[in-house]
């Protein structure tokens, strides 16, 4: 059974630039979460997407955006990066009865 | 917003016990956690507990819940050099988890 799987592994972008960063789900989950793990930091809640649609969001300005398709899978888009957008994105999945499972992550570096 | 806040060090020697401590301000917190993280890994979940209960024991881990003063601590048994990682204290309110900035634990021999 695969877990949360995430991709891609690395990503190199420019100021300005926009970014989609891809999530799996864990086989029988439904929901997804993305969190933002700056270095140093514990990581951030981005947003929580349930039956394609957003269920609860963080304190993240709206360049950050996302979509959950039919399958569950989930996309991150970010849009006009700034430096400070550099970061671990983690991907989480979960039902409705189980904790959040993490994937490994993207690291974006933003130049 | 919630504040999850941990020490951010611990050294331990090898074979002894290792205790890690967590306060949090949200009293509405439904399920608290525990995640590891190695080097450039994603987190994984250790252990969790829910809020109405005090103790839970899982193998070497053993996880006390303190509600009236909001205060979570993930002791592990017989620390092994395998342990040595980032470890997050996360709490649930509504869908999402807040977590403290890690508690850096290295294991010393």
């Known amino acids: 059974d695969a877990g949360v799987t995430q991709s891609p592994t690395h990503l190199i972008k420019t100021r300005g630039q926009q970014v989609t960063l891809r999530c799996s789900p864990k086989?029988?989950?439904?929901?997804v979460s993305w969190y933002q793990q700056a270095l140093g930091q514990g990581p951030q809640f981005i947003f929580q997407?349930?039956?394609?649609?957003?269920?609860q969001r963080g304190n993240f300005p709206d360049r950050f955006s996302g979509h959950q398709f039919p399958n569950y899978s989930s996309e991150l888009n970010v849009n006009a990066l700034l430096l400070g957008d550099s970061a671990l994105y983690l991907c989480?999945?979960?039902?409705?009865?189980?904790?959040?499972?993490f994937g490994p992550g993207t690291r974006l570096l933003v130049l | 917003g919630e504040d999850v806040e941990q020490s951010l060090f611990l050294s331990v020697r090898e074979g002894d016990s290792s205790v890690i401590n967590c306060t949090y301000t949200d009293s509405s917190s439904t399920y608290l956690y525990w995640y590891k993280q190695e080097p450039g890994a994603g987190l994984q979940l250790l252990t969790y507990i829910f809020s109405n209960m005090d103790m839970k024991q899982d193998q070497r881990l053993t996880v006390l819940l303190n509600k009236k003063d909001k205060h979570l601590s993930l002791r592990i048994a017989d620390t092994q050099t395998g342990d040595s990682a980032i470890y997050f204290c996360a709490v649930r309110s509504d869908y999402k988890l807040s977590f403290g900035a890690g508690t850096t634990v290295t294991v010393r021999a």
């Open positions: 989480a999945s979960s039902s409705q009865t189980s904790a959040q499972y």
């Open positions: 086989s029988g989950h439904d929901t």
């Open positions: 997407y349930y039956e394609e649609e957003e269920r």
